[in-house]
C-alpha cells in the first residue's frame, strides 16, 4: 500500500505545475458544489417540515407478540451448554 502511495505520489510531481494547479481547482470545485448541494437540501427540509413533534411512549416489540412468554426464554446458554456435552 505504501508503494503505490509513493508511486501516485512521483506521478503527481511528474505532471506540470499548471496542470497540478488546474486538478487542484477542479477538484476545489467539484468539493464547493457538492458542499452547497447539501447546505440546499438541508435548508429546504428544514424550511419544509412541519414543527409539530409528536412524543409517545416508546413500546416493547416483543410483548406485543401473541407468543407466550415461556418461548421467549434465552437460548443462548442452552446453545452453550450443548456444545459443552456434545462429543468430540
Not at 30 to 46: F, H, R
Not at 53 to 76: A, C, F, R
Amino acid at each position: 500500500m505504501d508503494r503505490y502511495f509513493n508511486k501516485l505520489d512521483e506521478r503527481w510531481l511528474a505532471l506540470p505545475v499548471g496542470k497540478q494547479h488546474k486538478y487542484t481547482l477542479y477538484f476545489f470545485i467539484g468539493y464547493l458544489l457538492l458542499t452547497a448541494g447539501v447546505i440546499l437540501k438541508v435548508w429546504y427540509d428544514a424550511g419544509k417540515a412541519d414543527n409539530n413533534l409528536v412524543i409517545e411512549h416508546i413500546e416493547n416489540p416483543v410483548l406485543k407478540k401473541k407468543e407466550s412468554p415461556e418461548k421467549l426464554k434465552d437460548t443462548l446458554t442452552t446453545i452453550f451448554k450443548n456444545k459443552f456435552y456434545e462429543r468430540k
